[in-house]
């Protein structure tokens, strides 16, 4: 779990992320983060596996998403959590709302 002001917390957004995982690319996504874990919200994590049944261009990514071993991945509940308020804070130095 992230510790405030004490390591580096990556959020990801949805095409940051179908870059790397549709070229096959998680190893160096992985290396890039020094192997921290990939923190999506949950809005990134449905769209990430429901975006590829619309546009085939991205089946990769919910092929490959899956099988990222949760050590590496983490999904962000999008309801305002205290920990969500945290990050907000240490980020863009504001409260989330």
């Known amino acids: 779990m992230h510790k405030p002001d004490t390591d ?16 096959d690319c998680v190893r160096q996504l992985l ?3 020094g192997h921290r874990i990939v923190n999506v919200p949950e809005a990134v994590n449905f769209e990430i ?7 085939r261009q991205f ?3 919910a092929e490959v998403w899956p099988r990222l071993p949760d050590r590496f991945k983490q999904v ?14 240490s980020v ?6």
């Open 31 to 33: 290396a890039a983060l």
């Open 49 to 55: 596996t429901d975006t590829p049944k619309r546009r």
């Open 76 to 89: 962000l509940p999008d309801n305002p959590t205290d920990e969500l308020r945290r990050c907000c804070r």
């Open 59 to 61: 089946k990769r990514a």
């Open 8 to 23: 580096p917390f990556f959020i990801f957004d949805t095409a940051p992320l179908f870059k790397f995982l549709t070229t």
């Open 92 to 97: 863009f130095g504001m409260d989330f709302r």
